[in-house]
């Protein structure tokens, strides 16, 4: 059982910087591949990014590719998702999901992890 709380939402101007993190719970932090994900008002969820349990690999929408980061410390049991050069249509709830076994096209859909945690919301500003 993994349980997770995101934090360091705000508003935001564009251009600007904000870090997410995502403290979890649990004794096999380090077992889970986590993922970001964020859904905007009227939209379907969508796949943000995501890393392996060691944090060797990393995974990336298009749309975010050298301007998000991210990252996770298995010492702190927390994923964090550094977010540079803010855009307006970055404006959503991200969400941090965290699961286990995922392999290719998994790592991308919110079908793939089975803990969630409840949100933080991102406003950028134009």
């Known amino acids: 059982q993994v349980q997770l709380v995101e934090s360091g939402g705000g508003l935001v101007q564009a251009g600007g910087s904000l870090r997410l993190s995502c403290a979890a719970s649990g004794r096999t932090f380090s077992m889970h591949g986590m993922g970001w994900f964020r859904q905007a008002p009227g939209k379907e969820r969508e796949f943000v990014a995501a890393?392996?349990?060691?944090?060797?690999?990393?995974y990336y929408a298009d749309s975010v590719k050298g301007r998000f980061t991210i990252s996770r410390d298995n010492t702190k049991n927390t994923v964090y998702l550094q977010m540079n050069s803010l855009k307006p249509e970055d404006t959503a709830v991200y969400y941090c999901?965290?699961?286990?076994?995922?392999?290719?096209?998994?790592?991308?859909?919110?079908?793939?992890?089975?803990?969630w945690g409840q949100g933080t919301q991102v406003t950028v500003s134009s």
């Open positions: 999901a965290a699961g286990r076994d995922l392999y290719g096209s998994m790592r991308y859909s919110p079908t793939g992890y089975g803990y």
């Open positions: 890393l392996s349990g060691s944090g060797g690999s990393t």
